[in-house]
Structures are given as C-alpha cells and as structure tokens.
T-cell receptor, first 110, second 118 residues
C-alpha cells in the first residue's frame, strides 16, 4: 500500500500570512496532483507536477515536486479568506489510480 | 476543463433499499472512471476503478456485491449501493480520466452524491 502523509491536518491563520503544506511518501509517484475541495463538492484540480524538482506557480500558490518524486509541497503567500478550504494531495500510481493524502483543512481568518 | 456530472446530488433512503448513482463525462470520453467514498472531515478513499466494457476492479476491503459498478459506455458509469444500511451513509464521488497529455492523465471529479440511509 502506497501511503501519502499530508501535514498539517488543520491550519488556522490570519489573512496575509504565509503557509506551507507538505505531502510525503516513501513511494515514487509518476505524477502528483493538488486539489482543493469545498464542503459538499468534489475536488477541483489545482496543479499536476510530473518532473522531479519541478516548481509550478498559480498566482499566490507555489507547488514543488521533490527531486525523487516522493514528496511535494504547496506554499501559499499572503493567504486570503477565499483560500479557505480542504487541500488534498494525490499521487498517481499504476493504472492512473490516485492515492490521496489525509488532507489539510485551511482556515484563513479576516 | 472537462466536466463530470453526478446524479443525484443527494439521496435519502430507507435501510434495505438499493440506490443508483450516475457519473457522466459531459464533454469527453472516459475509458476509465473511478469511484471514491469520503466520510466527514476525512480524505477520499478509492473504492473501485471502472473500465468501459469490462468488470470493475475493487480496492481491498470493498465488497463488489455490495457496490455494483457498471460502465456501459464511454461517458457513463453507475454505482449501485445494494441493500443500503446506515453505515453506508457517506459522500460518494466519481472521477473520469481524460486522455493522456504528455506524461500523465488528468482526472476530473464530479460534484459528489450525498447518501443518507435511515
């Protein structure tokens, strides 16, 4: 079983602060996706990283894939209340199956 | 991006009845669809992989006779929860895999179906 450990599980910060969410595994993934999920809705894809060491930016969000393709991080700069939500990382394994991390519930207080 | 729909969005049923959930890829053909289950405050757990025209592949611990999956076309997969019980109450989410772009496939998720079994 390929496990993906995501941390922290809960994060409550003030508007304007920076934060980083981590996903770690002992397994190598062919790709890793980051999703954001609102209550009562399905996950929405934010980014897919494929190459070891790859860095992708999406406005105030920066995603990094570890050199060995076993870990990834999501950094949010100057968080806004609209960033509040459940952030999920998911590693792609054989047959395009996704293994999800436990999720990080982010709350940004105005 | 590609759109995946689910129907119904929520359902309440009595214990012992069967419930069917539909997952459709609206603007692309999906040879593979996935079914997930999510409990409150938890992450998504993969239940099964549904391949068009063949039997579904179930994850360990998921009863195939309890959760019947049919993938009859390239745009539709159904999940039937048979003889539902209160412990089957959960948020069921499907995803559909779009064609390969470079080195990876992209999965698009449906909006989910909330099932409450009384």
């Amino acid at each position: 079983t390929q496990l993906l450990e995501q941390s922290p599980q809960f994060l409550s910060i003030q508007e304007g602060e920076n934060l980083t969410v981590y996903c770690n595994s002992s397994s190598v993934f062919s790709s890793l996706q980051w999703y954001r999920q609102e209550p009562g809705e399905g996950p929405v894809l934010l980014v897919t990283v494929v190459t070891g060491g790859e860095v992708k930016k999406l406005k105030r969000l920066t995603f990094q894939f570890g050199d060995a393709r076993k870990d990834s991080s999501l950094h949010i700069t100057a968080a806004q209340p609209g960033d509040t939500g459940l952030y999920l990382c998911a590693g792609e394994t054989s047959g395009s199956r996704l293994t999800f991390g436990e999720g990080t519930q982010l709350t940004v207080n105005p | 991006g590609a759109v995946v729909s689910q129907h119904p969005s929520w359902v309440i049923c009595k214990s012992g009845t069967s419930v069917k959930i539909e997952c459709r890829s609206l603007d692309f053909q999906a040879t593979t669809m996935f079914w997930y289950r999510q409990f409150p405050k938890q992450s998504l757990m993969l239940m099964a992989t549904s391949n068009e025209g063949s039997k579904a592949t179930y994850e360990q611990g998921v009863e195939k006779d309890k959760f019947l999956i049919n993938h009859a076309s390239l745009t539709l997969s159904t999940l039937t929860v048979t003889s539902a019980h209160p412990e089957d109450s959960s948020f069921y989410i499907c995803s559909a895999r779009e064609g390969r772009t470079g080195a990876f496939f992209t999965q698009y998720f449906g909006p989910g179906t909330r099932l409450l079994v009384l």
